[in-house]
């Protein structure tokens, strides 16, 4: 045993290609104008751990080398001929470090010896070699904006002549059971704010005085006495209430009461909390309605960390969709998948835990990514918050073996603070697990708390309060998290064993504020419980006990388990290698009590800590924007204006991310994001049926129109539900509860993001305008869910989406995305887009009205307009209820939703499965023309019957269905109106413009001709 | 810890596992998952959709001894990221099998591996599982020693891709796997599945022996090395190899992905030109043929069957 720190350094032989060399100079060149001559990559791996010579040989070339692929250098760092510069590419103490446990797992194999992978014995690293002799600045550029992250990653640069200099992450010194008191007595108001803003709690005034007022009650006094507690709070304490108290977890903004205005109507009313108003009571209603019709599939809404209905007398379907735009912003790749992985856990850990995840979808809003301007201080470019987001949707979705079956990119300058990145995630649940139902959390007093997964860090500390406040410059480095799928992924198995096997009373996941949260929630139920700190495996010392409480670290499950059944489940737990540790019990004597050691570190009343939170009053003011139709000009050429369309960046094709993203693995993908024999042409709505054994399925949409919001956030709310809807219906989807006891379960998830929407004189003057929109989107919602009859399952509030840095504040546009789940009887009758043979009968079903405002064919004039698009629910509901009867029949061929780009774009984008044309000839009504062809009016489909069904399909939807034509087999779409050809044009071509869209060609996966499969053509 | 597993008497079985005896000539599948593997369910489901028993079983309960492979006819590998992918595709997984001692004589899983398939039986791996298998060297195995002799690496185009491909079965093939299969329409989802071949001679000796059984091809038919019908620039435009035996076969595509027809992403506009075509996916026949087989063997030479279990 020598020297215990060794170093490999692995190297392509020559003549073996360096893709990931060749992706780094074409980067360089293209994101930065860097030349950068060639670049050679090395994959670097220091071990700290005792190894002789031939053990270190033996590790090298047999577990880590591809004896094709590889040469092995040992305990050298030395460069290669030709290549002047370096840029080394390390972690920062603490991140996750998949490569480096991996590499340790092989290690432990090779030497035959237990090596435990939770402490960190070996480093992976990167080193680059670059050809040109780029200074400095230039170098960490490429590090910094291409290669890493300075929050996570710690970047060497340099000459080779002057050495390569190396980093190893050295973790701090010894534990710190530290327990610090902080004095809250007699603090003044702005004494108490500035405690709050230097320590991140993230509370207002109010609030923190009802937390010193808490402390200063005589009763608590006694308490705190009793239990050996100073009479100031901990800091442990404080930080709990923080956590629990968070925007993030307590949605204060929600619950809050709202004094609201209309100046246009004159109306004044005060809302009791928007959540309870307008989406706990509309589902109560909802429900109410589709009981009295014997359908009573809805079992679990807003109480659990998903919703959850039946499918069937066997199994639930769970449902939920959440966002992580603030770490997305500082660390877009680690935000993204740590999005992922979180909202993975969430139908994991519902009820009792166990469900099996069944498909993700992700919807991302950001900024231009051909942005060229200055960038503020801290704000990352939207390109590389998209290339990061959707590197971090890949490796969270793919390596957890979960397919990424549908979703959306929205772009708007708006977005280019903070993007938003939601993530959304179906499962199936048993009914029961070994006889109990499973939705239910029980817990009593004597159940122990386990914690399950990851081990704990500084990581992630802070992100629930973090996230609720706006982002400036000086975000928090300890707030980014790294995701480990593959811990997650043994993780995931474990709890599917375990609950099957009646191990588990109940579960939940650690997410925002850590186990802090994750206990505090769980104690509600029991009525209290004991935390021991000192029991919590930690990845390195030097963490204090508040710190244990609120890391997030990821990967990490809380488990209720049964004094009896500890022995099983940790026999289990060692099986399939996934750490469990006892770290207290449930009590009932209504407190949270966290010791270290013995010692006690808080005390808190769980009422206090759960209802103690002073109730929010809010001002909102809505004022209709004043807005007015333009005069644009009458085209001479609307195949030009398509053409522009489909090129544009909010309708081009987004084949580059979607073919990134496993979207079939699991083998239950019916209809995929991309489908037909070119398997280019794009679909509505996700199909994905639940096993092998029945063709019942789900299908899954998302509806989302931020645009709209600028003209009327009513509107825009109401469209975004609506468009949710039609799609669902396109696939070949029907309304619930339209037959008694039919069991054609919905479930829809709201998630609202908007920006700061608290009036202030000062810092947010429009603070009343904004919340006003918030209300008009929740009154739309309550309609849309009334109309339809369908529930919310679930959903979630972002509310301090702005990014403030150099005096400048970029503020999202108020958001909400609904995510819309609907049973599919058979999959096997699902509806796709694409047109499926010649001489099919082309049909608009719907209304088409002179509603382009807010419209993409605006948006290429530099437009907004004024006509935005309004639902009409009754009519839509007619429309969907026949057109679900006509597919029953196998009536309809194809079926495409209108929306961006109105009916012209969803003609050309129907050709594109197969290379079909159309010949149509559009209605002489009052509308002009490009109304007609561009409008974005709702509830509107392009759909195609067969020659045979002509009769039969007119006859079911009257003058519901508009005739425009035919398919044709020559692959040229033409559209007439008024005896003149307005549109010719070769759909190929129009394919080849969409598809060498923006998107594509900015993650440089173009082609001229085309992308597609098409041996089957 | 991982140590202590052994002991434990606790076996992790998954909702799968079926009944010990083998008495009525039943073909018995076992899949093997755990450590990041994710395609173990449609591997399951394609076996039993072809008439065969399956049994899914966390790789740590053959490591240490609570299920013999021995038990089963044909032992599969399923696609995932099996330890994440971070040392290389299939690479820790691989290693373990090689290196992690199964017993204190010091035998290893692949000994048994090796011994498996000297009794006659197959092993499959499809992708993650192809990858684990070449970085063994039990594919293509043409020394007979079980050493890497070829590589799957990054994709020439540096991407992972979901993607749909038509293969086109090699006749030189003698693989019951893929007995009477021409050609093959699959997905391929991987980001490292590129087949290096070291040398000219290698490559020679794969082409001689058939082993390079699955094609990318065009829409002529003929293999291609074109990006994306050929979606990472594989030596050989090559998707799967065998052994010289035929028993051990290997794929970066996904045919228990493709077990109904309405996988294919045509599978609408196919049904309307064809109404009465099978809902049996492509994928399918490849789990046919092979359980199809072994029962074959079970019927006309049951005495090996027994010789086998008693192992």
Redesign the interface.
């Known amino acids: 045993m020598e020297n215990t720190t060794h170093t490999i350094q692995l190297t392509l032989k020559p003549g073996q290609h360096d893709g990931d060399g060749q992706r780094v100079a074409e980067a360089a060149a293209r994101h930065l104008g860097l030349a950068t001559g060639r670049v050679r990559s090395a994959a670097l791996y220091t071990v700290r751990y005792p190894l002789n010579e031939n053990q270190l040989s033996d590790f090298a070339t047999r577990c880590l080398a591809d004896p094709v692929l590889h040469d092995v250098r040992l305990n050298e760092l030395t460069g290669a001929e030709g290549y002047t510069t370096y840029i080394l590419v390390a972690r920062r103490p603490g991140v996750t470090d998949d490569e480096g446990t991996s590499a340790q797992n092989a290690l432990a194999d090779i030497l035959n010896e237990p090596l435990d992978v939770h402490t960190q014995h070996i480093f992976s690293k990167k080193l680059y070699l670059l050809e040109n002799d780029l200074p400095e600045t230039d170098l960490r550029r490429i590090a910094e904006e291409l290669l890493g992250n300075k929050l996570i990653n710690w970047l060497e640069v340099g000459r080779v002549a002057d050495g390569i200099r190396d980093y190893t992450p050295r973790p701090g010194g010894g534990a710190e059971a530290i327990t610090e008191v902080v004095s809250l007595t007699g603090l003044s108001d702005a004494a108490l704010l500035q405690l709050s803003k230097d320590n991140i709690y993230a509370l207002n005034l109010e609030e923190m005085r009802a937390v010193r007022d808490y402390f200063a009650a005589t009763e608590t006094q006694e308490e705190r006495k009793a239990a050996g507690l100073p009479t100031d709070p901990t800091d442990c304490e404080l930080e709990i209430i923080a956590q629990t108290w968070s925007e993030h977890c307590k949605h204060k903004e929600f619950a809050a009461v709202i004094n609201y205005k209309n100046t246009e109507t004159g109306e004044e009313k005060q809302i009791d909390s928007l959540f309870k108003t307008y989406i706990k009571n509309a589902t109560s209603e909802v429900d109410r309605q589709l009981r009295a019709n014997g359908n009573d599939w809805l079992i679990k809404v807003f109480s659990d960390n998903a919703g959850a209905v039946r499918i069937n007398s066997d199994s639930l379907f769970v449902w939920k969709v959440e966002t992580h735009n603030s770490p997305s912003a500082i660390d877009p790749y680690g935000g993204a998948i740590t999005g992922i992985l979180g909202n993975n856990r969430d139908p994991l850990a519902t009820g009792i835990g166990g469900a099996r995840l069944l498909f993700n979808t992700n919807v991302l809003c950001f900024g231009n990514p051909e942005f060229d301007g200055q960038l503020l201080t801290g704000q990352l470019h939207p390109r590389r918050i998209l290339e990061g987001v959707r590197k971090g949707i890949e490796d969270g979705g793919n390596k957890s073996g979960v397919p990424t079956v549908n979703g959306a990119i929205v772009f708007d300058d708006r977005y280019a603070g903070k993007p938003l990145v939601y993530c959304g995630t179906g499962a199936v649940m048993p009914m029961q697990f070994a006889g109990l139902d499973s939705w239910e959390k029980k817990i009593d007093a004597g159940d122990r708390i386990i914690m399950a997964g990851g081990r704990v860090g500084k990581d992630g500390i802070h992100g629930a309060t973090f996230s609720s406040i706006e982002l400036d410059e000086t975000a928090p480095a300890t707030a980014v998290q790294i995701g480990s799928p593959i811990t997650q992924k043994l993780a995931m198995d474990f709890l599917l064993l375990a609950a099957r096997r009646g191990l588990l009373k109940c579960s939940t996941d650690n997410g925002a504020g850590g186990l802090s949260s994750s206990v505090g929630e769980l104690a509600g139920i029991s009525g209290g419980a004991v935390v021991e700190l000192e029991r919590v495996p930690l990845k390195y010392p030097g963490l204090r006990p508040w710190e244990i409480f609120v890391s997030e670290s990821q990967e990490r499950f809380t488990l209720v388990v049964e004094p009896g059944k500890m022995a099983e489940i940790t026999a289990l737990g060692q099986e399939m290698e996934v750490e469990l540790t006892d770290i207290g019990y449930f009590t009932a004597d209504g407190f949270l009590d966290v010791r270290f050691d013995g010692a006690p570190v808080a005390h808190l009343n769980m009422e206090f800590l759960h209802e103690g939170v002073p109730r929010k009053i809010l001002e909102a003011e809505w004022a209709k924007p004043v807005a007015a139709e333009p005069e644009i000009p009458t085209a001479t050429d609307y195949t030009e204006t398509l053409t522009q369309l489909l090129g544009s960046l909010n309708i081009c094709s987004r084949e580059s991310v979607i073919r990134q993203y496993d979207h079939e693995v699991k083998g239950r993908t019916i209809v995929k994001p991309l489908m037909g024999a070119t398997g280019q042409a794009p679909q509505d709505a996700a199909v994905v049926r639940f096993n092998f054994e029945s063709w019942e399925g789900v299908a899954v949409s998302n509806g989302i129109l931020p645009r709209y919001g600028d003209l009327d956030a009513y509107d825009m709310s109401a469209g975004s539900f609506d468009e949710a809807v039609r799609q669902i219906i396109a696939v070949g989807g029907k309304l619930p509860n339209l037959t008694p006891g039919d069991g054609i379960f919905w479930s829809v998830n709201d998630n609202f993001c908007v920006p700061d929407s608290v009036y202030d004189p000062a810092s947010n003057p429009d603070g009343k305008q904004k919340l006003a929109k918030l209300v008009r989107m929740c009154e739309a919602l309550r309609d849309a869910t009334a109309a339809y009859c369908i529930p919310l399952t679930s959903g979630k509030d972002s509310m301090k989406n702005d990014f403030k840095a150099d005096g400048v504040k970029i503020s999202v546009p108020p958001t909400v995305l609904y995510s819309v789940t609907a049973k599919i009887e058979d999959v096997r009758r699902a509806i796709t887009s694409d047109f499926k043979q010649a001489d099919d009968v082309v049909y608009l079903l719907g209304e088409t009205h002179d509603e382009l405002g807010g419209s993409e064919f605006y948006a290429l004039h530099g437009q907004l307009g004024a006509n935005v698009p309004k639902v009409d629910f009754a009519k839509a509901k007619a429309l969907y209820t026949l057109i679900g009867q006509a597919n029953d029949q196998g009536l309809i061929q194809s079926c495409h939703d209108l929306s961006d780009g109105g009916l012209a774009v969803a003609l050309a984008e129907t050709t594109f499965g197969y290379g079909y044309g159309a010949v149509v000839e559009l209605p002489e009504t009052s509308l002009p023309l490009a109304t007609q062809l561009f409008s974005e009016s709702h509830s509107r489909f392009l759909t195609t019957v067969a020659p045979e069904d002509v009769v039969a399909f007119e006859q079911m939807l009257g003058d519901r269905a508009t005739r425009l034509g035919r398919v044709t087999a020559d692959g040229e779409l033409t559209v007439r109106h008024a005896g003149k050809t307005v549109i010719s044009a070769n759909t190929a071509a129009l394919r080849a413009v969409w598809t060498n869209g923006p998107v594509n060609h900015l993650l440089g996966v173009v082609s001229n001709d085309n992308l597609s499969h098409s041996n089957s053509l | ?5 052994a002991q ?3 076996k ?2 998954s ?1 799968a596992q079926t009944d010990a005896a083998n008495v009525d000539g039943t073909v018995r599948a076992l899949i093997l ?7 173990e ?2 591997f399951a ?1 394609a076996y ?2 072809a008439g065969a028993e399956a049994t899914i079983v ?1 790789l ?2 053959v490591l ?1 001894g609570q299920v013999s492979i021995h038990d089963f006819d044909v032992l599969n590998f399923p ?3 099996s ?6 595709s299939g ?2 997984l691989a ?2 099998l090689r ?3 199964t017993s204190a004589d010091g035998r290893t899983l692949l000994d048994d591996i090796k011994q498996f398939i000297a009794n006659g039986k197959f092993v499959l791996g499809i992708c993650n599982g192809f990858q684990v298998l070449v ?1 063994l060297g039990l594919l293509p195995n043409m020394g007979g020693d079980v050493t ?1 002799e ?2 799957l ?4 185009s ?9 293969l086109r079965v090699n006749p030189a093939s003698r693989t019951p796997f893929l007995k009477g299969i021409d050609k093959l ?1 699959v ?1 391929v ?1 991987h980001g490292e599945g590129r087949l ?1 071949v ?1 040398d000219d001679a290698t490559r020679a000796a794969i082409e001689a022996a058939g082993l390079n059984c699955l094609s990318y ?3 002529n038919g003929d293999g291609t090395s074109e990006y ?2 050929n979606p990472n620039g594989a030596d050989l435009n090559c998707a799967g190899l065998t052994d010289p035996t035929g028993q051990v076969f290997g794929l970066m595509p ?1 045919p ?5 027809a ?2 294919h ?5 196919r049904r ?2 064809n109404p009465q075509a099978t ?1 049996e996916g492509e994928g399918l026949q490849i789990f046919k043929n092979i359980v199809a087989h072994i029962a074959q063997k079970h019927t006309t030479a049951a005495p090996a069957v027994q010789l086998a279990n008693q192992h």
């Not at chain 2, 228990?256 to 109904?260: V, W």
């Open positions: 810890m991982v140590q202590d597993s434990g008497a606790h992790v079985q909702e998952t755990g450590f990041g593997i994710n395609c369910e449609e489901a039993r959709l966390h740590n309960q240490y696609g995932g990221f330890f994440g992918d971070d040392l290389g690479v820790v290693n373990k290196y992690r001692q970085k890497p070829v590589t690496t990054h994709n020439a540096g991407r992972y891709e979901d993607r749909w491909v038509t329409e997905p989802r290096v070291p091809i065009d829409a994306p019908l996904h228990e992905a493709f077990l109904a309405y996988n992403p045509d599978w609408a506009r309307r030109q809902e």
